[in-house]
Every structure is written in C-alpha cells, then in structure tokens.
C-alpha cells in the first residue's frame, strides 16, 4: 500500500503566498518523477509543475517565475512554493508520483495519485 498525503491549502488573499507538501509513505522502492496537478471548477486537471528525481523541474507558463517545485528524497517529500497568487491558481491541487513498490513477489510499478488540497485565492 503506497499512499500521498498533502497539506498545506487554504484562503489567502491576492499577491499571497502558500506552501504546499506532499509525503509518500508506504512500500517504497524508489520514487520518479513527482509533480504537481490542479483542477479548478468546470475545468480539466492541468500540470502545474514537475521534478525528476535528479531534481530536473518544469513548470506551466502560467506559473512560471512565481511557483517553486522542490522534493526531499530523504523524506519521499514534494514541495510546491507559491508566491505572488492570483485569483486564477484557485483549485484543487493534487500531488502525483511515479512509484516503484515492493510486493512479495517483486517490484510494482505505480502511479499515484493524493486526495487534493483547496488553494483559494480571493480577497
């Protein structure tokens, strides 16, 4: 059982910062890429930003500049920094990992998925 858990979501005002984290936990082997995703209301999830294992990152256009991804690979932890928000980062953000398990007979490969914490942005 591998399971991500985020924190960090709330209210905050235009021009705003919040951080976001996310932790794996579980049977871990190794962890690949991790990312962010967001889906705000009535409109498909997009990616917000991602970084390989190796610590490559990108990141939308949209986000450029403002947000940072980091991870702890120490801690099979992913942090997303958002600074200077506006109304439009408003949604649902959920962390994503590519996971590689241990079961009894081996190795699964995962891609998983955590429960999505609200960022809203309004004054």
């Known amino acids: 059982q591998v399971q991500l858990v985020e924190s960090g979501g709330g209210l905050v005002q235009p021009g705003g910062s919040l951080r976001l984290s996310c932790a794996a936990s579980?049977?871990?082997?190794?962890?690949?890429?991790m990312g962010w995703y967001r889906q705000a209301p009535g409109k498909q999830r997009e990616l917000v930003a991602a970084?390989?294992?190796?610590?490559?990152?990108n990141y939308a256009d949209s986000v450029k500049g403002r947000f940072t991804i980091s991870r702890d690979n120490a801690k099979n932890t992913v942090y997303l920094q958002m600074n200077s928000l506006k109304p439009e980062d408003t949604a649902v953000y959920y962390c994503?990992?590519?996971?590689?398990?241990?079961?009894?007979?081996?190795?699964?490969?995962?891609?998983?998925w955590g429960q999505g914490t609200l960022v809203t942005v309004s004054s």
């Open positions: 579980g049977s871990i082997f190794s962890i690949n890429a």
């Open positions: 994503n990992a590519g996971i590689l398990t241990t079961t009894q007979h081996g190795y699964r490969s995962l891609a998983v």
């Open positions: 970084v390989t294992s190796g610590g490559t990152t």
